[in-house]
């Protein structure tokens, strides 16, 4: 099972993720955390963040707390939608936390365990300086691949 810094090595290896400069703090099946700093790279004009950087980071977040379940060095984690509100325009430090509700996760792990695929939902909020800044809806498909060897990137 990976640890939080070796999702943290995952996700730098992810150019377009990395980018976003998205540090790690918490992964568990159902639950993860991450916080973004602000750079200039990636504020808008007014100097608020762009929109996009709350829609990529949410998406990275909530699909790292499906990964647990998996091993992302051979089987396949796939976003097939997502759904993004933005309430408040922010220049602080974001921190992103992604759950799952017990009923998904319990049905998420049957399915996958039975069929060796499912499909998850996880509900993404992101907070600067405690206050609500955007709020999102992904769903994940895992598929476990039983004939492919894992290996590390």
Do not use: W
């Not at 984690?77 to 309430?87: A, C, D, F, K, P």
């Not at 695929?117 to 992904?138: D, P």
């Amino acid at each position: 099972m990976l640890t939080s810094p070796d999702y943290q090595h995952l996700i730098n290896g992810i150019n377009f993720a990395n980018n976003l400069g998205l540090k790690i703090d918490v992964v568990q099946l159902g639950f993860s955390r991450g916080v973004i700093e602000p750079k200039e790279t990636l504020l808008n004009h007014l100097g608020y963040y762009q929109a996009g950087v709350y829609f990529t980071a949410s998406e990275v977040i909530g699909g790292l707390a499906c990964a647990p379940a998996i091993d992302l060095y051979k089987d396949l984690l796939v976003t097939t939608r997502g759904e993004i509100q933005y309430h408040k325009a922010s220049n602080e430090q974001i921190t992103f936390v992604a759950e799952a509700k017990k009923e998904d996760l319990q049905i998420f792990s049957e399915k996958l365990g039975l069929k060796g695929k499912s499909l998850l939902t996880i509900k993404i909020m992101s907070f600067a300086l405690e206050n609500l800044v955007s709020t999102a809806t992904f769903e994940y498909y895992v598929r476990k691949n039983k004939n492919r060897k894992s290996s590390s990137c």
